[in-house]
């Protein structure tokens, strides 16, 4: 059974720092995808970055970046320059290969301290 | 092209009565998961569906819960005489494919029974 776990509740970031938020999983797939979504309070899931796991080169999206270990099941997101509006629960997810249904960890609440 | 739709945003059942949650995926998206948040929790996967066919149940509960997809209209979540402990958001996601396309979510119906 695949399992995520995300071992941070809660963390905080002074604006325009540096944040990691920590995730493993474990699972006795070869082939499935790694995501981090977002969660405001408006409650909307927002696809912050995607990972295949075939890909060795670590995804990145503007400030948002992973650090994948794949050894090591461990799939860590890193928010640079954090602004106000990256305030939100950050899940930690990993997909199947057959479709998109995810395991979900249970989240980090990020705080953004202006 | 709107996102995914859900509705009722709120719903509100006494113990023993039956609710139906709506999910319209977005335009030309045939595969619809759906997923479950209860609080302070991440979200779980129940079960997943291709137009009129179930592709993967394996996170539904064995009794009360049933769920559709069928070639006109939306998918619907069934949960009959609910009890207090499906008080929960529940989440739709739809995607284009079966993998390696982005699964959108909508902003999920709360749940509360009475």
Redesign the interface.
């Known amino acids: 059974a695949q399992t995520?776990t995300q071992s941070q509740p809660e963390m905080s970031v002074q604006e325009a720092e540096t944040v990691t938020l920590s995730c493993t999983y474990d699972t006795s797939e070869s082939d499935y995808?790694l995501f981090w979504?977002k969660q405001p309070p408006?409650?909307?899931?927002?696809?912050v970055i995607?990972q295949?796991a075939y890909k060795q080169q670590n995804a990145t999206e503007n400030r948002f970046s992973v650090n994948f270990q794949k050894a090591a099941k461990s799939f860590s997101l890193k928010i640079s320059d954090s602004q106000l509006g990256d305030a939100a629960m950050y899940?930690c997810?990993q997909?199947?290969?057959?479709?998109?249904?995810?395991?979900?960890?249970?989240?980090t609440s990020l705080t953004v301290i202006p | 092209n709107a996102g995914v739709m859900q509705n009722p945003r709120h719903l509100v059942r006494r113990r023993g009565q039956e609710a139906r949650l709506r999910c319209s995926p977005m335009k030309g998206h045939s595969?619809v998961?759906w997923?479950r948040q209860l609080p302070?929790?991440?979200?779980?996967?129940m079960v997943?569906l291709q137009k009129e066919n179930i592709?993967?149940e394996?996170?539904m509960p064995k009794e009360r819960f049933s769920a559709e997809f069928p070639k006109e209209g939306p998918s619907i979540l069934r949960i009959q005489q609910v009890v207090r402990g499906d008080s929960a958001?529940y989440?739709c996601?739809s995607?284009l494919g079966?993998?390696?396309?982005?699964?959108f979510?909508g902003?999920?119906t709360r749940l509360t029974v009475v």
Do not use: C, W
Request: proline content about 2%.
């Open positions: 995520v995808y979504y408006s409650r909307q899931m927002i696809l995607r295949e899940f997810a997909g199947k290969n057959t479709g998109n249904q995810f395991y979900f960890g249970t989240g | 595969h998961y997923y302070e929790e991440g979200l779980k996967f997943y592709i993967d394996s996170g958001a989440f996601a995607s079966p993998v390696n396309t982005e699964a979510f902003q999920g």
